[in-house]
């Protein structure tokens, strides 16, 4: 084992990009337990399968790398990670117990698929109110996939980072049909194991995706930017998964178009897509929405009504804000999601199947809502399955101009359906400087004010309409301020989230974290112009002559992090891959 961990640590400090470093550990895992495999007694028998990386900080997924044991030997760090986008989706552990009881126990846990059965290699639960045993089962949903794709035996090995928190795990998959129920190699090998992904751990991490060729767009995904095409890249692959995706990210962000885009890319995109938005559901009728009544069930049921569950049989549902689901729906939710049957309001009749694949949305951190007793933590872990975080539009300003050149297009095209709008790069280059707290929504609103008034000013429909910088700084006039506000009247805007944030929380907030500033003054200099020049264009020449700017980045890139984890929020992109030291 020490070989083979030399051998890693000299590919993972040679890595650039993640997914290097991503296949590089994956070989080395697979290397060592096909190796220890073999010298068992389940040698003849066994056979290793595959090993997946999920790479999911603060509960969300980024990334996602698999590599087949029969194909390590012929794939190159250089290679193409993920499987072809409409190809089988196989390398996947898609088990919320899994990764709940990788985050539990902080150890590496052992699944015997057989059995049902998750068995963690410590015994000294830590983290969550409310622990899981130390044998606990996972659904039949996953122990049947599993089985599907021949994988009997299932080692999952945290993602620890130094502090504790855990940014991910890597599953180790065998298939060993006579060993069910037995004892297999992962007890046995986990510690070298663990090991080798704690030394990898910092750089799955901290390196930055490769660049390459951008995910195709459609009509359902017009736009986009280098800044979520790895997210795009796992969407892909859960898009063609039956289990609960959560999507979570601000209002405005895009989440339900998103969710479209999944149902488009699924083997659901026959059925139909249905939304339900419970912030235009009053409480009392959440259940009612969703599950549909039956004439005389309440005052007011003159006549049958299909819930939204009926109406997406063999399609889709799309939930968003399920925040605002109460706790008496919650419930009832939670059931349909477990059990898979349901039943209108006032029916006397028998259950019904629920052939609908659920797409969650929230702008919400729902796991501080299970801790402030607002949210169930069981239908938490029941929906945390397959989560991705859909960030800000602030975090994804490589998308602003070509968000706002489909917009402008799709506006004219209502009104003049062969026209051709233009948007100049003035007008594109005011957009991309200004801020934009209700993201695309908001994005959206002053592209079609700006529109107006340039048809104003032309009189009417037009085949042609160029947007001018004047347009949208007029536009902008109406928010009652113009974008891109003075560095002074940003910095009072700083300060009032800060004091904000500590009212919200009726708790002191430690004044000594507005020193994170700094790190995300520096990521955003690097993102924009790279490591050595952002440090000149800060006034600290002389640490880079004295090649002393990396340390000082990371120790202001901590104070970062250590914001975001008081006040339990992710890490923005930009910052988590400021470390590795290129412009995006």
Same mark, same amino acid.
């Given at each position: 084992?020490?070989?083979?961990?030399?051998?890693?640590?000299?590919?993972?400090?040679?890595?650039?990009?993640?997914?290097?470093?991503?296949?590089?550990?994956?070989?080395?895992?697979?290397?060592?337990?096909?190796?220890?495999?073999?010298?068992?007694?389940?040698?003849?028998?066994?056979? %290793?399968?595959?090993?997946?990386?999920? &790479?999911?900080?603060?509960?969300?997924?980024?990334?996602?790398?698999?590599?087949?044991?029969?194909? %390590?030997?012929?794939?190159?760090?250089?290679?193409?990670? @993920?499987?072809?986008?409409?190809?089988?989706?196989?390398?996947?552990?898609?088990?919320?117990?899994?990764?709940?009881?990788?985050?539990?126990?902080?150890?590496?846990?052992?699944?015997?698929?057989?059995?049902?059965? &998750? %068995?963690?290699?410590?015994?000294?639960?830590?983290?969550?109110?409310?622990?899981?045993?130390?044998?606990?089962?996972?659904?039949?949903?996953?122990?049947?996939?599993?089985?599907?794709?021949?994988?009997?035996?299932?080692?999952?090995?945290?993602?620890?980072?130094?502090?504790?928190? =855990?940014?991910?795990?890597?599953?180790?998959?065998?298939?060993?049909?006579?060993?069910?129920?037995?004892?297999?190699?992962?007890?046995?090998?986990?510690?070298?194991?663990?090991?080798?992904?704690?030394?990898?751990?910092? #750089?799955?991490?901290?390196?930055?995706?490769?660049?390459?060729?951008?995910?195709?767009?459609?009509?359902?995904?017009?736009?986009?930017?280098?800044?979520?095409?790895?997210?795009?890249?796992?969407?892909?692959?859960?898009? /063609?998964?039956?289990?609960? @995706?959560?999507?979570?990210?601000?209002?405005?962000?895009?989440?339900?178009?998103?969710?479209?885009?999944?149902?488009?890319?699924?083997?659901?995109?026959?059925?139909?897509?249905?939304? @339900?938005?419970?912030?235009?559901?009053?409480?009392?009728?959440?259940?009612?929405?969703?599950?549909?009544?039956?004439?005389?069930?309440?005052?007011?049921?003159?006549?049958?009504?299909?819930?939204?569950?009926?109406?997406?049989?063999?399609?889709?549902?799309?939930?968003?804000?399920?925040?605002?689901?109460?706790?008496?729906?919650?419930?009832?939710? &939670?059931?349909?999601?477990?059990?898979?049957?349901?039943?209108?309001?006032?029916?006397?009749?028998?259950?019904?199947?629920?052939?609908?694949?659920? =797409? =969650?949305?929230?702008?919400?951190?729902?796991?501080?809502?299970?801790?402030?007793?607002?949210?169930?933590?069981?239908?938490?872990?029941?929906?945390?399955?397959?989560?991705?975080?859909?960030?800000?539009?602030?975090?994804?300003?490589?998308?602003?101009?070509?968000?706002?050149? #489909?917009?402008?297009?799709?506006?004219?095209?209502? !009104?003049?359906?062969?026209? %051709?709008?233009?948007?100049?790069?003035?007008?594109?280059?005011?957009?991309?400087?200004?801020?934009?707290?209700?993201?695309?929504?908001?994005?959206?609103?002053?592209?079609?004010?700006? #529109? !107006?008034?340039?048809?104003?000013?032309?009189?009417?429909?037009?085949?042609?309409?160029? @947007?001018?910088?004047?347009?949208?700084?007029?536009?902008?006039? #109406?928010?009652?301020?113009?974008?891109?506000?003075?560095?002074?009247?940003?910095?009072?805007?700083?300060?009032?989230?800060?004091? /904000?944030?500590?009212?919200?929380?009726?708790?002191?907030?430690? =004044?000594?974290?507005?020193?994170? &500033?700094?790190?995300?003054?520096?990521?955003?200099?690097?993102?924009?112009?790279?490591?050595?020049?952002?440090?000149?264009?800060?006034?600290?020449?002389?640490?880079?002559?004295?090649?002393?700017?990396?340390?000082?980045?990371?120790?202001?890139?901590?104070?970062?992090?250590?914001?975001?984890?008081?006040?339990?929020?992710?890490?923005?992109?930009?910052?988590?891959?400021?470390?590795?030291?290129?412009?995006?």
């Amino acid at each position: 084992m020490t070989e083979e961990l030399s051998s890693l640590a000299v590919a993972l400090h040679a890595a650039r990009y993640f997914e290097q470093a991503a296949l590089s550990t994956l070989r080395t895992l697979l290397r060592v337990a096909g190796q220890a495999l073999e010298a068992s007694p389940h040698g003849r028998r066994g056979r %290793m399968l595959r090993g997946v990386v999920h &790479l999911r900080p603060a509960e969300a997924y980024q990334r996602l790398v698999a590599l087949e044991y029969e194909a %390590m030997e012929h794939t190159s760090p250089e290679d193409e990670a @993920l499987p072809p986008a409409d190809g089988p989706q196989v390398a996947l552990l898609a088990s919320a117990s899994a990764w709940r009881a990788v985050v539990e126990h902080g150890c590496a846990v052992s699944v015997d698929v057989g059995l049902g059965t &998750l %068995m963690p290699h410590q015994e000294n639960p830590r983290r969550m109110a409310a622990p899981l045993p130390a044998a606990a089962s996972f659904t039949w949903e996953s122990q049947r996939r599993l089985l599907n794709r021949q994988a009997t035996h299932v080692c999952v090995l945290p993602l620890r980072m130094p502090g504790g928190r =855990i940014d991910g795990m890597i599953a180790l998959e065998a298939s060993c049909m006579e060993a069910l129920g037995q004892e297999f190699i992962w007890r046995q090998m986990g510690p070298g194991m663990q090991l080798a992904v704690d030394l990898a751990a910092p #750089y799955l991490t901290g390196l930055p995706p490769r660049p390459g060729a951008m995910p195709e767009t459609d009509e359902y995904l017009p736009v986009i930017g280098a800044s979520t095409a790895s997210r795009v890249s796992v969407l892909r692959v859960f898009a /063609q998964q039956e289990e609960t @995706l959560l999507l979570s990210g601000p209002t405005g962000a895009g989440k339900s178009r998103l969710a479209r885009w999944c149902h488009e890319r699924s083997p659901r995109r026959k059925g139909r897509f249905e939304s @339900l938005d419970l912030m235009m559901v009053p409480e009392e009728l959440q259940m009612a929405e969703l599950f549909g009544w039956r004439r005389g069930a309440f005052t007011g049921a003159v006549r049958d009504n299909p819930g939204s569950l009926a109406r997406a049989e063999e399609g889709t549902l799309f939930i968003d804000e399920l925040d605002k689901l109460s706790l008496k729906a919650q419930a009832g939710l &939670l059931r349909v999601l477990e059990e898979r049957t349901w039943r209108a309001l006032g029916d006397t009749g028998g259950e019904q199947r629920a052939n609908v694949r659920f =797409i =969650i949305g929230t702008n919400a951190n729902l796991l501080e809502s299970v801790r402030r007793g607002t949210f169930r933590e069981d239908l938490y872990y029941r929906i945390n399955v397959l989560p991705v975080r859909l960030p800000p539009l602030e975090e994804r300003r490589d998308e602003i101009g070509p968000w706002a050149r #489909y917009m402008l297009t799709r506006r004219h095209r209502e !009104t003049s359906p062969e026209g %051709m709008a233009h948007l100049s790069p003035e007008a594109e280059r005011l957009l991309e400087q200004g801020t934009w707290p209700g993201n695309l929504r908001h994005l959206d609103n002053i592209v079609r004010r700006a #529109y !107006t008034l340039a048809m104003v000013e032309q009189g009417g429909t037009s085949q042609e309409l160029a @947007l001018s910088e004047a347009h949208v700084r007029e536009a902008l006039t #109406y928010e009652g301020k113009q974008q891109g506000a003075p560095l002074v009247e940003a910095m009072g805007q700083a300060a009032r989230a800060f004091v /904000q944030e500590a009212r919200r929380r009726q708790a002191p907030l430690d =004044i000594d974290l507005a020193e994170s &500033l700094r790190g995300f003054v520096l990521a955003e200099a690097v993102r924009q112009v790279g490591r050595d020049e952002a440090f000149q264009l800060v006034g600290r020449e002389s640490l880079v002559k004295s090649r002393n700017h990396q340390k000082a980045l990371r120790q202001e890139l901590k104070k970062v992090e250590a914001l975001c984890r008081e006040v339990g929020q992710p890490m923005p992109d930009s910052v988590a891959q400021a470390e590795a030291g290129e412009p995006s």
